[in-house]
């Protein structure tokens, strides 16, 4: 599958309008598409659409999430923020708990970002599905 890293969200949102169009409405088809293009926006609208499309990515070409540094502190960690030596969505792992630096207009800025194994079921409980 090809991916454009600058996808447009209005021309995906435009070609998820001519899809759901095909299907009766509030079939579970339109739903879904409802939803999809849903979450969509609301990826965009608060301002995490470069996340997404970092995450979306790494989905599609199955290239590793891997976390740059390891903290013990949030103090290391922003010590090593301010030092300059932060790249833009680098994931890094404080305490255990995973976050992406991201240079913002008042400055660089750590956001959360779940760890793949903070997404695991615990090891004593068993996996729902």
């Known amino acids: 599958m090809a ?12 070609t998820l309008g001519t899809i759901s169009d095909k299907f009766q409405k509030d079939s579970p088809e339109d739903e ?8 969509l926006l609301y990826v965009r ?30 103090e290391e960690a922003d010590e090593w923020l301010t030092s300059g030596k932060a790249t833009e969505g680098e994931l890094v792992s404080i305490a255990g708990q995973g976050f992406t630096a991201h240079h913002l207009p008042k400055g660089w800025k750590f956001l959360r970002a779940y760890l793949p194994e903070e997404l695991d ?3 004593d409980k068993p996996d729902p599905k």
């Not at 879904?32 to 979450?39: D, E, H, P, Q, T």
């Not at 995490?48 to 290239?63: A, D, I, N």
């Open 3 to 14: 991916y454009n890293s600058d996808f447009d969200v209005e021309a995906v949102m435009k």
């Open 121 to 123: 079921p615990p090891p």
């Open 45 to 74: 609208d608060i301002q995490k659409l470069e996340e997404y499309r970092s995450y979306f990515r790494e989905f599609v070409t199955g290239k590793p999430i891997i976390v740059s540094h390891s903290f013990a502190t949030r």
């Open 32 to 39: 879904a598409l409802r939803i999809a293009a849903v979450a």
